[in-house]
Every structure is written in structure tokens, then in C-alpha cells.
């Protein structure tokens, strides 16, 4: 088996030493590089990068033991494979070296076989541990897409709930608020409009409502075209569910008004009961239901333009600490009529 070639570092003071041990790696195909003391040699395995050091022990100011030391103290230079380079009496100073970390020990009267054997062997292992540690960071890299994807589809309580327990169970929240926001002629506005230039203002303000989302403690549960739905006390813990919701959807109407192209924005929300859980194997859409959930939307729709509207009975709870104007009575589809107001500003 033809072995691969590496770049290998000769480091000996002395100078026949080096010419030999070049000679010999070099006959093998390795490129070679050498360095004439240990200080030398640090400087060297910073600057490059290395598959092997032949290190000589005895060398003046810093010896082998101290640029092994070096090197194993270094977590760039640690997992380079060293190979002493000794004389016959040094077998104290080999079996030092040894226990710090060298993988393996070379006479100085070598043998060219041998001087094969040991260079193919580290290398080898150095490829080795080099393709694990690519394997781990791809893998790594792999489970950090995989979890942005997941956070992308469903809330960050979901996503806990998953990774620890490889399902997130159906259930049944008591007090959760859902606000539903739809953005006023987005239709109309998107067919005058190029595609490209739709999409990113829409991605822009779709990526500021998460940061008002995850500023009030709600949790976003999807995107339906421009449409835009949220949760207030499902699988976060928040004090007041709906007063966050509120608080956050004033919030949304003034983002949404700030900025080109100037969008106005709709908004209601609606507190109660709801079912949460996930449907579908292929792709993993986390949803609720209920009849809080088809009331939020209902109200939605009624709702006037750069307003936050709830029903009187929400209102009854919210009304020390927001001004709020009557809209009247509204015939909401399959819930009869209801009294909506719009939440204006703090008190």
C-alpha cells in the first residue's frame, strides 16, 4: 500500500542529523521542513501546519521535553503526532517523552524501513483522528441546522419537548391568548409590486414580529401567507396571557407603520381554552385549535386597520391598564354577536 505524503518537521541542532533525516523522509515523498532548536520550532508549528514532528531531546535553551510540553499545553498544536528522535543511552528521556504524549520513539541510527514504519503509522493515525474530527464537526454542523429547523416550525417549548422525549404529547391549555394579525391590502399590494421586493419586505417584518414575539414572552405558531399567529401563555409561562398579547400586538401595529412600505396591520386576540399538538410525520407542523382560536381570527377580520381588538369580556380584565374605544356589536361568523373593543394605549 502506497502510503499518502505528509509535511513533516525535522527539528535537531544538529546539522548532519537534519540532512540524514531529510534525506530519508524526503525519499518517501513527505515534504519536509526543519528547524535548528525547540524555540524555532513552536515558532514554525504556529505559523504552519503540520502531520508530523521528529524531535530530537537534547537541544540547547529548549530541549525536547519543553516543546513537547509546549505543544501539548497549545490546543492547535496538541493532536500533532510526535516521534523522538534519541540516542541509544537516552531511554529515560524516550520513556519521559512518551508519557507526555509522543506517539513514538526513533534511533538516530536509523534504519530506512524502520524510519518508514514509524512516519506511516503516525500518519496514519493522524488521518485518522483528522477525519473523526471533521465527522464530529459535520455532525455537530448537521444537529445545528436541525435544530434551527425545528425551531423554525415549532415554539422553543415544543422544541424542548421534542429533543427530550421524542414526541410533544397533544393537550389541553386552560388560559391561553391568540393573536391573529393580518396586514391590510396585502393582496392588492402584491399585484402592483414586484416578487422579489414583496418577499423581502415581508421577511422583514415577519422577522421583527418574532423579536416583539419573543420580547413579550409569546410564542409564534405560524405564518398563513401574510397573516401571522401567536400564542400568549401555552408553553411559556407568562402572568398575564392576554395582557402580553396586547401589549405585543400595539406593539406590531407601530413596527409595522414605522418602516417602508408603511403597512397597516389588523389585529385581534382572544383568550380561553385551546388543544395544542403536532400533526404530520413528513413535516412537522405544530398547531392549536379550539373555539378561542376561531374567535382571535373572526376578530381579526373585524378589526380596523393599525388596531388591536378584543371582546368585551376580555375587555373586562385589561381595563385598568389600557384605554379602549367601542366598536359596537359585530356579527362574527358561527359565534353570533359581540361587542368588540379596540385596546388603545397604556394607562
Not at 89 to 102: H, K, P, T, W
Not at 194 to 200: G, I, R, S
Not at 316 to 337: A, I, P, Y
Request: hydrophobic share 40%; with cysteine.
Amino acid at each position: 500500500m502506497i502510503s499518502e505524503s505528509g509535511h513533516v518537521l525535522i527539528v535537531d541542532d544538529n546539522r548532519l542529523n537534519r540532512i540524514k533525516l531529510s534525506r530519508g523522509v524526503e525519499q518517501q515523498g513527505h515534504t519536509v521542513d526543519v528547524a535548528e532548536d525547540g524555540k524555532q520550532a513552536i515558532q514554525m508549528l504556529r505559523a504552519n501546519s503540520f502531520d508530523l514532528v521528529l524531535l530530537d531531546i537534547v537541544m540547547p535553551e529548549m530541549d525536547g521535553h519543553e516543546v513537547l510540553e509546549q505543544m501539548k499545553l497549545d490546543m492547535n498544536l496538541r493532536d500533532i503526532p510526535v516521534v523522538v528522535v534519541s540516542a541509544l543511552d537516552e531511554l529515560d528521556s524516550v520513556v519521559r517523552c512518551i508519557q507526555m504524549g509522543a506517539e513514538d520513539y526513533l534511533p538516530k541510527s536509523f534504519d530506512p524501513v524502520l524510519l518508514r514504519a514509524r512516519i506511516d503509522a503516525c500518519l496514519e493515525k493522524k488521518r485518522l483522528r483528522d477525519q473523526e474530527a471533521l465527522m464530529a464537526e459535520n455532525l455537530r454542523q448537521e444537529n445545528a441546522r436541525a435544530d434551527a429547523l425545528l425551531h423554525a416550525m415549532l415554539p422553543p417549548g415544543a422544541v424542548s419537548e421534542l429533543k427530550a422525549n421524542n414526541e410533544v404529547k397533544p393537550r389541553r391549555y386552560a388560559d391561553v391568548a391568540v393573536l391573529f394579525c393580518d396586514i391590510v391590502g396585502f393582496t392588492a399590494y402584491c399585484d402592483v409590486t414586484p416578487p422579489e421586493q414583496v418577499v423581502n419586505e415581508l421577511q422583514t417584518l415577519i422577522s421583527k414580529f418574532e423579536a416583539l414575539t419573543e420580547q413579550h414572552g409569546l410564542e409564534k405558531i405560524k405564518t398563513i401567507g401574510d397573516a401571522y399567529m401567536a400564542t400568549a401563555g401555552l408553553m411559556r409561562y407568562v402572568p398575564s396571557p392576554l395582557s402580553a398579547a396586547v401589549r405585543c400586538g400595539l406593539e406590531m401595529v407601530d413596527q409595522a407603520g414605522a418602516d417602508k412600505p408603511h403597512w397597516q396591520v389588523r389585529i385581534g386576540i382572544q383568550v380561553g381554552p385551546v388543544v395544542a399538538g403536532i400533526v404530520g410525520h413528513r413535516q412537522y407542523l405544530f398547531d392549536v385549535w379550539g373555539d378561542t382560536v376561531n374567535l382571535a381570527a373572526r376578530i381579526c377580520e373585524k378589526a380596523p386597520p393599525c388596531s388591536v381588538v378584543i371582546g368585551t369580556e376580555c375587555w373586562q380584565d385589561l381595563k385598568s391598564e389600557f384605554s379602549g374605544r367601542s366598536l359596537g356589536q359585530h356579527e362574527l361568523k358561527g359565534k353570533g354577536t359581540i361587542e368588540l373593543v379596540e385596546c388603545r394605549t397604556l394607562i
